[in-house]
């Protein structure tokens, strides 16, 4: 089945179950959805803890550390070509001269992007996509989002991962078994890295999806402003100066 009519069919579902939770008890005005987020990310656990977390854990253990490192280097080198992308349409052309660079030296002197020769030599990686793009334009995240498989998200963002699908040198692979072991070892791959974080929020977090949430909102909202997101206001220094309070954008992911 097509991997979006298989997302939609799944959210479908996802809204029935929703549809029948209490919403007594949900309140972050950035997640009006949350009985329906949390029922897709339940999902998304289950599905997690049964097939993608132990697929990661034996990827782990079959592969050695250097030959981790060549293909984290390599899909990240694939994802450059995304991220330039997204410099030239926010205009920040100094970063998309070096991306490019990057993609450049890697795809060559790298040997197709298995080793980071660009990193070595100055050339510094970036994190651009759309939904960031979206976002620099004045781009409002929208509510908060728990998509199946895809995970934490927001409506703009939802949009944003179709359009970075699209110049995807994966998704051009003519040959369809090796274009889907890519795309499986990319997410096999990623999964791993996220394996020793994991220890660290079972072991503190109680609520672990709206910690999740929460550290997704920010991130997001972090890397649309370069690191530099508009602070709010205190709410007395608003009522001293008898000017309404200044507006601040909703998280933008």
Not at 41 to 66: C, E, H, L, S, W
Not at 153 to 166: H, K, P
Request: proline share 6%.
């Amino acid at each position: 089945m097509n991997p979006i009519r298989s997302t939609l069919l799944l959210l479908t579902i996802a809204l029935s179950l929703g549809g029948c939770a209490s919403t007594s008890g949900y309140h972050n005005p950035q997640d009006p959805l949350e009985p329906l987020n949390r029922s897709v990310y339940k999902f998304n656990d289950t599905i997690d803890r049964a097939v993608f977390k132990p697929a990661a854990q034996g990827y782990n253990y079959v592969m050695p550390n250097t030959a981790k490192t060549l293909v984290g280097n390599f899909f990240s080198n694939l994802d450059d070509i995304i991220v330039t992308m997204n410099d030239l349409l926010q205009f920040k052309l100094r970063q998309a001269f070096s991306d490019s660079g990057r993609i450049l030296i890697n795809s060559t002197v790298g040997v197709a992007g298995l080793v980071d020769v660009a990193s070595q030599v100055g050339f510094e990686k970036h994190n651009e996509d759309f939904g960031q793009t979206l976002g620099h334009w004045g781009v409002q995240s929208g509510p908060y989002l728990m998509l199946p498989f895809f995970g934490p998200n927001s409506f703009r963002d939802s949009i944003a991962l179709y359009v970075d699908a699209q110049p995807s040198q994966i998704k051009k692979i003519g040959h369809v078994r090796s274009r889907n072991q890519l795309y499986a070892t990319k997410l096999v791959n990623r999964r791993a890295q996220l394996l020793d974080q994991e220890k660290v929020l079972d072991d503190a977090i109680v609520d672990r999806y709206a910690f999740i949430r929460d550290a997704y909102l920010l991130h997001r909202q972090s890397l649309v402003y370069d690191g530099s997101p508009p602070h709010e206001e205190e709410d007395d220094e608003d009522d001293s100066t008898g000017a309404a309070p200044t507006p601040i954008s909703s998280p933008a992911p």
